[in-house]
Structure formats: structure tokens, C-alpha cells
């Protein structure tokens, strides 16, 4: 496949995406604001993030950044998170609390199409979090 054929087919599934679920750039920053909004003060999540993020505007960037990558397949996104993921002491328990918290928002923020969409992707990411997290410490 060549690279504009690559693109079309891109956009085709892009625009495919958005007319299912009316996701664009507002709804995406809403969503990451909101979850870390939650995630920031919760008990189990919130020293994990604390002790590692010191800019959240850069952070909040950053997640922005990658979500829209996830969901409109902007490219913005360039970084490697299975590396920075992988020096934290989580464990199954924060994994499941991420999840909650990020189904609660998405729900609150979204259409049911997006809130879908966006959970089922975070499924995804934490399940290939916890192996690579897991490989790692040899388990």
C-alpha cells in the first residue's frame, strides 16, 4: 500500500470513528482532564501520580496528546509509556481503580458510542500495561 493510499484509508476510518461517536479534540480533553481530575484525588492512585508527575499542564498535554492519537490517529503522540510505567509500584488493585475511575468519567463526559470507544481502548492499554509491567518483574 503506498503512503496517500495509507492516509485515505486512515481518514476513511477516522471519519468513520467520529461519526459513530462524535469524538473530536473537545471531547478528548475533556474526558483527560476529567479523569485526572479524579485520579489526582484518589486515594489509591493519586501518591502514585503524585510522586511522579511534577508539571501536570505538561502531563495533561501529554495525555491529550496520546488519546487523540488513540482516537483520531493524529500522530501526536511519539513517546514510549511502557517504560515509564513499568518503574512504578503498581499492581492489579491500581490497575482496577484506573479503570473504574476512567469508566465513571468517560460515561459522564461522553456519548455512550465514545464512552464505549474510549473504555474499551483503556482496557486494552491497562491489560498491555500489566504484561509488560508483569514480563518485566519476571512473572
Avoid at 473530536?24 to 502514585?48: K, Q, S, W
Avoid at 503524585?50 to 499542564?57: G, L
Avoid at 481503580?97 to 483503556?122: D, M, N, S, Y
Avoid at 482496557?123 to 512473572?139: K, T, Y
Wanted: proline share 4%; net charge negative.
Amino acid at each position: 500500500m503506498t503512503e496517500p493510499e495509507h492516509r485515505e484509508l486512515r481518514d476513511v476510518r477516522v471519519q468513520e470513528i467520529v461519526e459513530r461517536t462524535g469524538i473530536d479534540e473537545a471531547m478528548i480533553t475533556r474526558l483527560v482532564h476529567g479523569f485526572y481530575g479524579r485520579v489526582r484525588e484518589d486515594a489509591t492512585l493519586g501518591p502514585v501520580f503524585a510522586a511522579e508527575v511534577e508539571d501536570w499542564d505538561e502531563h495533561l498535554r501529554t495525555l491529550v496528546d496520546f488519546w487523540s492519537s488513540v482516537a483520531l490517529m493524529t500522530a501526536r503522540y511519539g513517546g514510549r509509556p511502557m517504560p515509564a510505567h513499568i518503574k512504578l509500584d503498581v499492581g492489579e488493585e491500581h490497575f482496577a481503580r484506573w479503570l473504574e475511575l476512567f469508566r465513571q468519567t468517560a460515561h459522564e463526559v461522553c456519548t455512550p458510542e465514545a464512552a464505549a470507544f474510549f473504555i474499551g481502548k483503556a482496557e486494552n492499554i491497562a491489560r498491555s500495561f500489566q504484561m509488560g509491567i508483569a514480563f518485566h518483574r519476571g512473572r
